[in-house]
């Protein structure tokens, strides 16, 4: 099911390609077709530092149950951070 659901946002932090370690300037969120998960669908998530092209993209492909408890893992942490802060 191709919702062509998208939601782009800036994030800050860092990733590790090929070449080693760079910085993230965005992040872009979709449920489609993976490109190697094999599954029919998957959520998509490509983190990219939109200035240095294509090698500069950290992707990652889940089922839909692994990207429920990733946000859950997520939030979780946060809100542990938060409380001790």
């Known amino acids: 099911m191709c919702t062509y659901q998208t939601e782009k946002l800036a994030v800050s932090g860092s990733g590790k390609g090929p070449d080693g370690w760079f910085s993230l300037s965005s992040a872009t969120v979709y449920f489609d077709h993976p490109a190697h998960y094999p599954a029919e669908h998957s959520l998509n998530i490509d983190f990219l530092n939109l ?3 294509a090698c500069s993209r950290v992707a990652v492909e889940l089922d839909p149950a692994s990207a429920r408890e990733l946000a859950r893992a ?3 942490t946060l809100e542990v951070v938060a409380e001790k802060g």
């Open 74 to 76: 997520i939030l979780e």
């Open 51 to 53: 200035g240095d092209g």
